[in-house]
């Protein structure tokens, strides 16, 4: 029987025994998705490497139902559906080794354009913490940002609340199925937020808010963003795993300083203290240390660089959209070899184009 791409896309993350790592070798190792479902198990198992007794217990039979429902749902509760080849899966996301197959989404959502920031926090704020999300997400008004957190209580829900009173754009991650909302009392913030921003999950409708998820959805919220900030923690909590997620993935952290002798401040005092996060004490701070200057627009065309070539004028284009970029991921994106880029870069910073940071990092002087 022949199903549609997106069912079998579905089906792929109801493989028994394969998470996103060993699922994305079996996709990387077939020509196309239908020859997981498909080709036999003999078969298969020469293309892809893996046992005929591992692939037997992957039951593509059950993924496959579970999928028609699942489908069905999708439906049912207007939720959209962007797998790990689509060109609108978030980039930064995808840089991850562990990142999901398929997200689940509600809201007007765009994952690649903008700067995108995770601001997280313990549950339990205090009027420190949310006086500093106050003026943190009130300096990210009118700028190509967008904030995400978790939509938890505390700073969390607060940071959401304060993006949606100031126009900036807010992404809830969830940690079950987007036919519902968990905390409930956080509907109508949900719903809001749908305007300019919106709900993403790995879990397909049905899945509910189980202990286990939630630390699971804190790697998406790192890996969505440029740069993680921890408002205010205890010294053990989610937003710490978050923030650890973050370093590991080569991302940028921050936190704010708070009373030693406050327990909501040892988190992200020991962050600090460890290396762990850049020390900030306001909006400005952190947009000034991640070197983004959102307030000042590039315009950059060739005639006023007639020297530069076609290559030096893609990075130099490339930058002018993205502003501050790794150069790892700058090579990937224009598809120049690291030893060239590293040439054309130094070129153009000899030029007084642009800048190389700390971080392995550039952007445009």
Same mark, same amino acid.
Request: hydrophobic share 40%.
């Given at each position: 029987m022949k199903y549609s791409n997106r069912l079998y896309q579905i089906a792929l993350t109801q493989l028994f025994g394969?998470?996103?790592?060993?699922?994305?070798?079996?996709?990387?190792?077939?020509?196309?998705?239908?020859?997981?479902?498909?080709?036999?198990?003999?078969?298969?198992?020469?293309?892809?490497?893996?046992?005929?007794?591992?692939?037997?217990?992957?039951?593509?039979?059950?993924?496959?139902?579970?999928?028609?429902?699942?489908?069905?749902?999708?439906?049912?509760?207007?939720?959209?559906?962007?797998?790990?080849?689509?060109?609108?899966?978030?980039?930064?996301?995808?840089q991850c080794?562990?990142?999901?197959?398929?997200?689940?989404?509600?809201?007007?959502?765009?994952?690649?354009?903008?700067?995108?920031v995770a601001v997280v926090g313990t549950r339990d704020a205090s009027e420190y913490g949310k006086r500093i999300c106050n003026e943190l997400i009130s300096q990210f008004k009118g700028e190509n940002l967008v904030?995400?957190?978790?939509?938890?209580?505390?700073?969390?829900?607060?940071?959401?609340?304060?993006? *949606?009173?100031?126009?900036?754009?807010?992404?809830? $991650?969830?940690?079950?199925?987007?036919?519902?909302?968990? %905390? #409930? @009392?956080?509907?109508?913030?949900?719903?809001?937020m749908l305007n300019d921003g919106g709900l993403i999950s790995e879990y397909p409708p049905g899945t509910n808010p189980d202990k286990e998820h939630f630390p699971m959805r804190n790697r998406i919220v790192a890996g969505l963003c440029d740069a993680t900030i921890v408002v205010e923690s205890k010294a053990k909590g989610g937003s710490l795993i978050t923030a650890s997620l973050a370093n590991d993935y080569n991302r940028d952290v921050f936190a704010f300083p708070g009373n030693v002798f406050e327990p909501n401040s040892e988190g992200c005092n020991?962050?600090?203290?460890?290396?762990?996060?850049?020390?900030?004490?306001?909006?400005?701070?952190? *947009?000034?240390?991640?070197?983004?200057?959102?307030? $000042?627009?590039?315009?950059?065309?060739?005639?006023?660089? %007639? #020297? @530069?070539?076609?290559?030096?004028?893609?990075?130099?284009?490339?930058?002018?959209?993205?502003?501050?970029?790794?150069?790892?991921?700058?090579?990937?994106?224009?598809?120049?070899?690291?030893?060239?880029l590293s040439v054309l870069l130094f070129q153009l910073e000899m030029n007084g184009v642009v800048a190389t940071i700390p971080g392995n990092r550039c952007q445009l002087v």
């Amino acid at each position: 029987m022949k199903y549609s791409n997106r069912l079998y896309q579905i089906a792929l993350t109801q493989l028994f025994g394969f998470g996103p790592k060993k699922t994305k070798q079996l996709l990387h190792a077939v020509t196309s998705i239908t020859e997981i479902f498909e080709t036999s198990l003999t078969e298969l198992s020469v293309l892809t490497g893996f046992s005929v007794e591992i692939l037997t217990k992957m039951n593509r039979t059950a993924a496959l139902c579970i999928a028609e429902d699942v489908l069905n749902q999708l439906v049912k509760n207007n939720i959209g559906i962007i797998f790990y080849t689509d060109e609108q899966y978030p980039r930064r996301l995808k840089q991850c080794e562990d990142s999901p197959l398929v997200l689940y989404t509600k809201g007007s959502l765009e994952l690649n354009d903008a700067k995108f920031v995770a601001v997280v926090g313990t549950r339990d704020a205090s009027e420190y913490g949310k006086r500093i999300c106050n003026e943190l997400i009130s300096q990210f008004k009118g700028e190509n940002l967008v904030v995400v957190s978790g939509m938890a209580y505390g700073i969390d829900i607060y940071v959401h609340q304060l993006c *949606i009173q100031n126009e900036v754009p807010t992404i809830g $991650v969830m940690a079950h199925g987007l036919d519902i909302v968990y %905390p #409930s @009392l956080h509907r109508g913030v949900a719903k809001k937020m749908l305007n300019d921003g919106g709900l993403i999950s790995e879990y397909p409708p049905g899945t509910n808010p189980d202990k286990e998820h939630f630390p699971m959805r804190n790697r998406i919220v790192a890996g969505l963003c440029d740069a993680t900030i921890v408002v205010e923690s205890k010294a053990k909590g989610g937003s710490l795993i978050t923030a650890s997620l973050a370093n590991d993935y080569n991302r940028d952290v921050f936190a704010f300083p708070g009373n030693v002798f406050e327990p909501n401040s040892e988190g992200c005092n020991n962050l600090i203290a460890e290396n762990q996060a850049h020390l900030i004490t306001c909006g400005k701070d952190f *947009i000034d240390k991640m070197g983004w200057n959102l307030s $000042v627009k590039h315009a950059v065309q060739k005639p006023l660089f %007639p #020297s @530069l070539t076609d290559e030096e004028l893609s990075i130099v284009t490339r930058l002018q959209k993205k502003g501050i970029m790794n150069i790892d991921v700058l090579s990937t994106e224009l598809k120049i070899p690291s030893s060239k880029l590293s040439v054309l870069l130094f070129q153009l910073e000899m030029n007084g184009v642009v800048a190389t940071i700390p971080g392995n990092r550039c952007q445009l002087v």
